[in-house]
């Protein structure tokens, strides 16, 4: 089981600078992540971690990753937008070992393909 920990992410600059998401609640099964190295709160992005475990063998469990950066603005001193990544996983629970770590990575390599990353920087359509 993963420990109540900070997460470091880089971010995408040409100079890519690590964010360390500090742990600031865990409620039951929702973990809730921010990264404070903006000194207004509200600019701050954060982070959540989700785990809905199947509640027997054949049960499907659900992950659910989000992470968000508030568009902040300075002049009128409120967020107007949030950009955001939501990631969500189903895992039967009659998967094997090798099941669940095949869409991990697949979960991991999609994210980095060059397609997935023009639809998310340009964006993009796929033609």
């Known amino acids: 089981m993963p420990a109540f920990a900070a997460i470091t992410l880089a971010d995408g600059q040409s100079t890519p600078v690590n ?4 742990p600031v609640s865990l409620n039951e099964n929702l973990a ?5 190295s903006k000194s207004v709160q509200a600019e701050q992005p ?7 475990a199947g509640r027997s063998a054949s049960a499907v469990s659900r992950q659910q990753s989000s992470v968000a950066v508030p568009l902040y ?10 950009a955001r990544v939501n990631i ?3 895992i039967p629970g009659t998967t094997t070992q090798a099941q669940r770590d095949d869409i991990a990575a697949y979960c991991k390599n999609l994210t980095a393909h060059a397609t ?8 993009e359509g796929i033609y």
Do not use: C, S, W
């Open 73 to 82: 603005d300075a002049v009128n001193g409120k967020v107007i937008n949030t």
């Open 88 to 90: 969500e996983v189903l």
């Open 32 to 36: 809730v992540y921010y990264d404070r």
């Open 46 to 52: 954060y982070m959540t971690l989700k785990l809905n």
């Open 19 to 22: 964010h360390v998401f500090t």
């Open 116 to 123: 997935f990353q023009a639809m998310v920087k340009a964006p």
